[in-house]
């Protein structure tokens, strides 16, 4: 059976997808650096644990020997002064980790992107694969920077490059999600008031995506992965509020959250702690986005579980 290599597989998103193919009958090898895995995703029957460190090389072909597959979402995310630390995290250590791919020839490499790679775009002019772009934010710029290392260095290899670039990834037990609904709970959350429009996916329609550029034949290059009705960022969070029953986000200037955020990441450097709040993720939030789906539909998912927030709305719940 083949084996896929999940790096990242301690976080968030990669928990989920690593308990999502196992329960396909998937055949796994999960990378993890500091972090422990669950010890019921560890001990799990199809699941194999390798200690790496993407930053270190030579850790890194161990690990990637006989794997068929690699579906990368290793990163820091939660720290402060971002620009100082993506550059590498992000670029130098994706660099790593293809070199090690290419040496070991593996079928597929699957990187997970967004579409604020191609900066603000909208439901009329929507992303559709460019890479020649110049986005606002240092996580959009090094994600970008990855995207195209990706497709250069696979051409003329035996390695297949493919980039999902997933919407705003909704659901129970998402950690942007999580954090919203304790700070709702406890009324401290607050939204600029300039209305950014968003493209969502639910969770299980993300790991069902990443599922198909897996297993499915014909599949490269990159596609958008995301739900068919655009929503603000505003509407979606009034909307979740509802759901968990708390009151509305606030509508706050945005000189009042970028300082909240520039505060935030003050602290975090002085007291050593992660930075939930960065003026990067400002940057980068209030930015439009939407993907055009259609190769997505005609190559990779034909059909949503929840084609719109309407239908996955209770999947927060």
């Not at 001990?43 to 390798?50: C, K, M, N, P, S």
């Not at 696979?154 to 909704?170: A, F, N, Q, S």
């Amino acid at each position: 059976m083949r084996t896929t290599l999940i790096t990242g597989a301690a976080g968030n998103l990669g928990r989920r997808l690593a308990e999502h193919l196992l329960t396909s009958g998937h055949e796994l090898r999960l990378m993890r650096h500091r972090r422990p895995l669950p010890r019921s995703l560890a001990e799990a029957a199809g699941a194999t644990v390798v200690a790496a460190d993407l930053a270190r090389p030579n850790t890194l072909g161990p690990a990637l020997e006989g794997v068929d597959t690699v579906v990368h979402l290793a990163g820091v995310l939660f720290a402060p002064r971002p620009e100082r630390f993506l550059p590498e995290t992000n670029t130098a250590w994706f660099e790593n980790l293809l070199r090690a791919a290419l040496e070991a020839r593996v079928r597929r490499v699957i990187l997970i992107s967004f579409p604020h790679v191609e900066g603000a775009t909208s439901f009329e002019e929507p992303a559709t694969g460019r890479l020649d772009r110049s986005p606002v934010s240092v996580h959009a710029r090094t994600r970008l920077e990855e995207e195209q290392i990706l497709m250069d260095r696979t051409r003329g290899t035996e390695t297949t490059p493919i980039v999902l670039r997933l919407g705003m990834v909704y659901g129970r037990g998402i950690l942007m999600i999580e954090a919203a609904r304790w700070l709702a709970r406890h009324r401290l959350l607050g939204v600029w008031r300039d209305p950014t429009w968003i493209q969502l996916v639910s969770t299980l329609d993300c790991m069902r995506s990443i599922e198909a550029a897996i297993s499915r034949h014909g599949v490269e290059g990159i596609y958008h992965v995301g739900d068919e009705q655009p929503v603000t960022l505003q509407d979606f969070l009034d909307s979740a509020c509802r759901t968990w029953g708390s009151p509305p986000p606030l509508r706050l200037p945005l000189p009042l959250i970028e300082t909240s955020a520039s505060l935030c990441e003050l602290f975090a450097r002085v007291a050593g702690t992660p930075a939930p709040l960065t003026r990067d993720f400002i940057r980068i939030g209030r930015v439009s986005y939407w993907g055009d789906t259609r190769r997505t539909r005609a190559e990779l998912l034909p059909r949503l579980e929840f084609p719109t927030l309407k239908e996955g709305l209770h999947t927060l719940a």
